[in-house]
Structure formats: structure tokens, C-alpha cells
């Protein structure tokens, strides 16, 4: 018998012993315990409950004192009453124009409600102009 034939042989008996079924009774043989099979819980039918009524207890908010926010709209006061940060200078790129602005700080203001609203604006740095 040739050295291919041989390994044929042992290739093919290792095949015919270790078929499917036999390999996983080999695999279950080597379990201590048996695993039981479980069952899925069953859900219930969509539409199985009648319909319902939902109910609620309403407990209104505690007073507090804040609102729930701006009413709208906002009105200024007083053109007046507006602050305003340092002036300075703003120079085009080829030296001809130059502007001075004095940016808007803060803005008083009114709501719908007459409640106060001030609005403060942040400072503009160097080089940050229009």
C-alpha cells in the first residue's frame, strides 16, 4: 500500500467516526449536567386588554416667584439707558478708511409681562471688527 492510499484509508476512517450525530453525543457526554431546555415566555396579543381611561391627580406648580422665561417682545427702554465698551479705532487693510466704534455693553429692556430684561454683550477683542 502507497503512502497516499494509507493516509486515504485513515482520512476516511476518521470520517466515518465522527459523523455529525456522533460527534455531538460526544460533545453531551462531557457535560456534568444535563441543560434543560427552557421555554420563551409568551407575550401578550397586541389588543388582548380592552382600552382604558388614563387618570392623574394634578398638583399645580409651587409659586415660586420666577417666570418661565421673557415674554416676548422685548422693548428697549431707553436709547439712553444703553452702555457702551471702550471706542476705539478700525483701520482698512490698505490704510485709506479708519472707523471709530463704541460697542453696544448692555441694553435695558422691557417684556410683555413689564418685567425688566437687561442684555449685556460681550466685549469685542482685537481685530474682531466688521
Known amino acids: 500500500m502507497a503512502l497516499a492510499d494509507e493516509r486515504r484509508a485513515i482520512g476516511g476512517g476518521i470520517t466515518s467516526a465522527r459523523k455529525s450525530q456522533q460527534l455531538v453525543s460526544d460533545l453531551q457526554s462531557l ?12 407575550l401578550e396579543r397586541k389588543g388582548a386588554k380592552p382600552a382604558q381611561t388614563g387618570r392623574s391627580s394634578y398638583t399645580p ?5 420666577t417666570g418661565g ?29 479708519t472707523l471709530k466704534l463704541k460697542p453696544i455693553k448692555q441694553v ?20 474682531a471688527g466688521p
Open 69 to 97: 422665561g421673557i415674554a416676548s417682545p422685548l422693548t428697549e427702554v431707553s436709547y439712553n439707558a444703553r452702555t457702551y465698551y471702550d471706542e476705539y479705532t478700525v483701520t482698512s487693510s490698505d490704510g485709506l478708511l
Open 31 to 42: 457535560e456534568s449536567q444535563r441543560r434543560e431546555i427552557g421555554k420563551l415566555n409568551e
Open 108 to 127: 435695558k429692556s422691557v417684556d410683555a409681562n413689564g418685567a425688566e430684561v437687561v442684555q449685556i454683550y460681550a466685549e469685542p477683542t482685537e481685530g
Open 61 to 65: 406648580p409651587a409659586n415660586t416667584g
